[in-house]
């Protein structure tokens, strides 16, 4: 993969991340018991299901938890999955992955985490922090709460990662929340990062003064690509830009039932706004600085509240983030969490099949564009 002003190539071809969030949790389990084991039978059931739906990426969640939260001399003694074999997986079904590193870790650390997941072809590009001038702006508690110091990890994360991958030069990414993007100061102030993703879950604030569904008729990034554009040519700041997350979840908290058509709707709104800005799919003189993104999520992940063994609603802080009681974050997912995938030949849902319409949605935008 090699980066050229807003442009993305692998093998010299413009690439554009048809991606989804990967976070191998089954149910009643959470990030501190699953394995090995169980990380490779989720992906031997998800990559040919995603593969269906043109997904060419996924952004890996489970460094979340690759590193222990407690000091410790050596990467092999916190590391709990050594194994890579689910890479494997994916990179026999031509899909590639993102890395994120989105904890502060010593020095030693990350260079064997590095020099552990380099060689392996499904690894197009890494990612340090998460959303960190936001809610996490300490970078998950492994900082003081000061969104400087971020920066400063990040920039000095961001260059042991290309001294340890100097070899393959992989470029580096960081995800950055979608408020103030832009005007943050943060954009020119980083040349490590070679590109930048954005985490957008735009037209949820027009629900607030909603009852009964907090959906928009027509979800869109609205004037995020225009405005990152404008500023980036203003101050010759030209780098990628991905969405590290976007889309809806299938439940509504107010009226407490499944709202499968509207995700749907929603992502196939969201998927097309972005392809309309895409570097690669774009009319040409228009405002397109993105390279594609990730769908928040492909599956539900019941251990993020309460009792992991089921799908909870109400779910305080999870359930309840960023806007009053608008999402739940056990929801998120283009297919449940049971993996029932016998729908797939019928291309369309069926109750009890884990696919959701939005998956279909996905899956048929990308027929037609590729």
């Not at 959470?30 to 043109?54: C, E, G, R, S």
């Not at 972005?274 to 019941?302: K, M, R, T, Y």
């Amino acid at each position: 993969m090699a980066v050229f002003g807003r442009n993305i190539t692998v093998d010299g071809v413009s690439f554009h991340i048809r991606g989804v969030g990967w976070n191998p949790v089954d149910k009643g389990k959470d990030q501190n018991n699953i394995t090995d084991a169980d990380i490779l039978k989720l992906a031997q059931l998800d990559a040919p299901v995603m593969a269906a739906a043109h997904i060419n990426m996924v952004r890996l969640f489970i460094n979340d938890i690759a590193i222990a939260d407690k000091p410790c001399h050596c990467f092999a003694c916190c590391r709990r999955f050594m194994n890579t074999s689910f890479m494997d997986v994916f990179h026999a079904h031509n899909i590639s992955i993102m890395l994120g590193i989105p904890k502060k870790i010593s020095d030693a650390d990350l260079r064997d985490l590095v020099q552990h997941f380099q060689k392996h072809p499904a690894l197009l590009f890494w990612s340090v922090g998460n959303v960190w001038n936001h809610y996490n702006s300490s970078l998950y508690g492994t900082v003081t709460n000061s969104t400087t110091e971020a920066v400063n990890w990040i920039n000095h994360a961001c260059n042991i990662i290309k001294e340890t991958d100097a070899v393959f030069g992989r470029p580096v990414a960081s995800v950055y929340g979608d408020e103030g993007f832009v005007m943050s100061g943060h954009l020119d102030t980083m040349p490590c990062i070679d590109l930048w993703g954005a985490q957008a879950f735009r037209g949820l604030e027009k629900a607030a003064s909603n009852e009964d569904s907090y959906y928009p008729d027509n979800l869109t990034f609205t004037t995020f690509f225009y405005d990152y554009y404008k500023w980036t040519e203003e101050h010759n700041v030209i780098k990628p830009l991905f969405m590290g997350e976007y889309g809806l979840d299938a439940y509504n908290e107010r009226t407490r039932s499944f709202v499968l058509d509207e995700q749907a709707a929603a992502i196939r709104n969201m998927v097309a706004d972005l392809d309309a800005h895409s570097i690669v799919h774009c009319a040409q003189g228009a405002h397109c600085p993105a390279s594609g993104g990730f769908v928040f999520e492909w599956a539900d992940e019941w251990w993020k509240d309460k009792n992991a063994h089921i799908q909870n609603v109400g779910s305080g802080d999870e359930g309840c983030g960023e806007l009053p009681c608008l999402y739940n974050e056990e929801f998120f997912g283009m297919v449940d969490i049971h993996r029932n995938y016998t729908c797939l030949p019928s291309g369309m849902y069926k109750r009890g099949c884990s696919l959701r319409p939005a998956y279909f949605a996905y899956a048929t935008h990308y027929q037609f564009v590729l």
